[in-house]
């Protein structure tokens, strides 16, 4: 897992609730991003970050938000409007944007 | 459409045993291909990366192989151990961009 920290590793979310995960960066990586895996399916692109205050929606970026207030970290918010949230959410970091990518241990999410 | 295309889906094999996972992709333009393994419910970890210009990469009992001009892609395990048992993701970097298109990966199982 390197220097990246995810952080719960289990959460439980109730019907109209906002979740946060956290991902935490020690590898002075200018690069982080949020993926989610579903079972027989690849990794899917929520949010990338290039550089602290700036990041842009990936490929399924609806019912999530993210910020990057600072350079280790690069919390995901799972909104109620997100409708099928089970998953398990990885956070990766790199040097730089095209940089081989690290990942975190990841957050499995599931819905009471 | 970029793609990437894994197979088998899931393979056993006996301890000791070697086996080679294929990985083709529709990538274009082409960077980089990147193979991870990821054990159940942790993270991805980088095995290989390869570019154009490369065609064998080792890594211990790994050997990724790359033809660019089929666009095909091996990871080779020699005498296969317990601990191989994961997910082997195969990864290729989209050149414009940058962008990560993972494969569905393959699951290997290795039994005593």
């Known amino acids: 897992d390197g220097g990246i920290t995810q952080s719960p590793k289990y959460l439980f979310r109730k019907e109209g609730q906002n979740v946060t995960l956290s991902c935490e960066q020690n590898?002075?990586?200018?690069?982080m991003y949020w993926y989610r895996q579903d079972p027989g399916q690849g990794l899917r692109l929520i949010y990338y970050s290039q550089i602290v205050n700036d990041f842009q929606k990936g490929d399924i970026a609806e019912g999530y938000s993210v910020s990057r207030e600072k350079k280790e970290s690069f919390p995901l918010t799972v909104t109620s409007a997100q409708k099928n949230p089970t998953a398990f959410y990885l956070c990766?970091?790199?040097?730089?944007?095209?940089?081989?990518?690290?990942f975190g241990a990841g957050t499995r999410l599931s819905v009471l | 459409k970029n793609q990437v295309e894994q197979s088998p889906q899931s393979l056993i094999i006996l301890e000791g045993k070697n086996c080679t996972l294929q990985?083709?992709?529709?990538?274009?333009?082409?960077?980089?291909l990147r193979w991870y393994k990821q054990d159940t419910g942790r993270g991805p970890v980088s095995l290989t990366i390869?570019?154009?210009?490369?065609n064998t990469k080792s890594n211990g009992r790994y050997t990724a192989t790359l033809d660019a001009d089929t666009k095909q892609s091996s990871l080779h395990i020699t005498a296969s151990q317990l601990s191989d048992s994961a997910s082997y993701i195969c990864?290729?970097?989209?050149?414009?961009?940058?962008?990560?298109?993972f494969g569905k990966g393959t699951k290997l199982s290795v039994k005593p």
């Open positions: 990864v290729v970097s989209e050149g414009s961009q940058g962008n990560l298109i």
């Open positions: 990985c083709n992709y529709t990538v274009s333009p082409f960077s980089n």
């Open positions: 990766a970091s790199s040097r730089q944007a095209k940089n081989i990518q690290y």
């Open positions: 590898l002075n990586h200018d690069a």
């Open positions: 390869m570019t154009f210009s490369e």
